[in-house]
């Protein structure tokens, strides 16, 4: 399939489109970013790229990276991590408190903040070095040992990350949190700071395409059961309370970040990242989802 000629059709269509919201701000630094950026790349199981726009261009790869927290911490915790946290989708924002008390400090979600801070618990407990055992698994499945934090962006939300602070506080009354709030907060805003070109951003998400397999070292990074869970949390949970209009619009398992990313797969066949930092209401990129949308409809597939 000639990916690039629908990549060029579908921005053309995309070009009328007004309203397309506003770039985050409550991490300051990610309003320092050029809204007009957009950028997209697929990469098939097969090594084929297929790209468009400001594909090899940084970007904050934010709640895309508690995909890669979930999967190594699944790794090292095996099923007992679902006493800790669960699968259900949340039905409410990203950074959310309420329904936390109610369920005693057991996040409805990895993929929600919560539950992405019991995952960093969680990883803070089994890691040696945290920050660089964990950069150094993102590098191993990207398979570009140039990937790396932006401590300028997890400074500037570590300074307004007082949600994430009340969370975890919450948890940690509960008892689900067990080590030091500060330590578990530092490296979750790191995880979050982590910066990707949509080139980049396919490529490492290519393994939950070909069933846990990593393309480049064909190592499994994870089992094919495993692969299918995080999937399906990514197709049920990963664009919060719009998760199930993403998978109405879209119809592929993917991810979303405040810096305006998008990852989806489709099993098989390949993985695609999308960049537009601006964002809807529901905090994801607005043109990002519009684009996989048209995308999946012009191809005529999706994983239904
Ligand atoms: O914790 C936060 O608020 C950010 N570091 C990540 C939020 C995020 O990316 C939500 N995604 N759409």
Not at 16 to 29: H, M, S
Not at 149 to 161: D, N, Q, V
Request: include cysteine; hydrophobic fraction near 40%; proline fraction near 3%.
């Amino acid at each position: 399939m000639n990916y690039n000629k629908i990549f060029i059709k579908i921005n053309k269509e995309l070009s009328k489109t007004e309203d397309l919201g506003e770039v985050a701000t409550y991490i300051p630094e990610l309003g320092n970013v050029d809204s007009t950026k957009f950028g997209v790349h697929l990469t098939t199981i097969n090594h084929k790229h297929y790209q468009f726009g400001d594909a090899e261009e940084k970007f904050s790869i934010q709640s895309i990276a508690k995909v890669l927290s979930l999967v190594l911490a699944y790794k090292q915790e095996g099923e007992k991590l679902w006493e800790r946290v669960g699968v259900e989708p949340s039905g409410t924002s990203f950074n959310s408190l309420f329904q936390l008390e109610f369920n005693k400090g057991i996040p409805r979600n990895p993929l929600i903040n919560s539950g992405a801070l019991v995952i960093s618990d969680i990883l803070v407990s089994h890691l040696k070095n945290p920050k660089d055992d964990f950069i150094a698994f993102v590098r191993s499945i990207s398979g570009n040992p140039n990937i790396d934090y932006c401590s300028r962006i997890a400074e500037s939300e570590k300074i307004t990350g007082h949600r994430n602070a009340a969370l975890i506080n919450l948890m940690k009354s509960f008892g689900n949190i067990k080590n030091d709030i500060d330590v578990v907060l530092d490296f979750y805003f790191n995880l979050c700071s982590i910066e990707m070109t949509c080139r980049e951003l396919s490529q490492t998400f290519l393994f939950l395409a070909d069933y846990g397999v990593n393309p480049f070292t064909k190592e499994r990074v994870i089992s094919i059961s495993k692969s299918k869970r995080v999937n399906a949390i990514m197709q049920t949970c990963g664009f919060y309370d719009e998760a199930g209009e993403f998978t109405f619009k879209v119809g592929l398992p993917g991810k979303s970040g405040v810096g305006g990313g998008i990852v989806a797969i489709l099993p098989k066949k390949y993985s695609i990242a999308v960049w537009s930092p601006r964002l809807n209401k529901k905090g994801n990129s607005s043109k990002g989802i519009k684009f996989l949308e048209l995308f999946t409809t012009e191809t005529e597939i999706s994983i239904f």
